[in-house]
């Protein structure tokens, strides 16, 4: 018999199904050139927690919808992440040698590739989110709304809005409130796409997307907060990634405005203000997500 908590096997079984989805989107055998395809690839299956999509996966079955209807949103926004971290990693921006315990994408692919692999990764989200449509079924008009959120969300209003403002700001930053800014933006939105795309597939009202846009937005300031402390506090080892790079880039980050655990209370506060409002969602089951918030916030990894 299996002793492993029902939640673990939960999240492996989403984890094996998106990276086996995420395959059939991008073939083996792809017909592109062969550089372009090995670095998305590399990247793509690096060994990403995949906490993205399973926000989606989760929110779409708290609505009572298929998992398979939720699977090409949910590579979707793993590609779109992968691109911004491939693109985050360049010497241009942080200039880092390691990603998920491997080289960076630059590391072996060499800059050019490595930038043109993260456009492409970026492009094919949309065809992803399109085959939501012709092969499981979600409705034409979510599928518009998916993609006006996506564009919003992981654009020059949203992810990439957060990145320019954190580039920007790297020494310059005076208050907690520019800081939020950039955390909200960089990292939060695109968690608020992924619960409120999930949402959209199972068939939201709009007080429910409200709802979920307030859960998503606490849960990404703690997450991006946390990412701050585990870059101080973390085990290299683990997370895959080098530690101290904020320090060493001379980034302010929420430990340096108020303190390891001020911050760490931060986030304590943040996840509960987020399951209050995920509590106000009156979902069909939203017991997955709850658990989901727990998690993100306890990871070490
Ligand atoms: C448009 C682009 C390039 C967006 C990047 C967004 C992002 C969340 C980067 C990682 O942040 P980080 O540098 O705080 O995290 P890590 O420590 O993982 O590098
Ligand atoms: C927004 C941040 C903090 C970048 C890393 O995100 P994850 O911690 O989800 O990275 P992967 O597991 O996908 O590599």
Known sequence: MNNRPAFELYLQEITEQITNELKEILPAEWDVPQSLRDAMQYSLMAGGKRLRPLLVVAAAEAFGAERQAALPVACAVEMVHTYSLIHDDLPAMDNDDYRRGKLTNHKVFGEATAILAGDALLTHAFYSIVQAGRKSGVSAE???????????????????????????????????????YIHLHKTGDLIVFSLIAGARIGGATQGQLEALRVFGRDLGLAFQIQD?????????????KKTQSDVNQQKVTYPFFIGLEQSQEQVSVLTQSAKDALGR?????????????DYLMRRDH
């Open 142 to 180: 979510s599928l518009l709304s998916i993609v006006e959120d996506l564009s919003e969300l992981a654009g020059a209003r949203g992810m990439v809005g957060g990145q320019v403002a954190d580039m920007e700001g790297e020494q310059g930053l005076t208050n907690l409130e520019q800081l939020q």
């Open 281 to 293: 969602a009156d979902l069909t089951d939203s017991s997955r997500l709850m658990e989901i918030a």
């Open 228 to 240: 701050d402390i585990l870059d101080l506090t973390g085990d290299e080892q683990k997370m895959g």
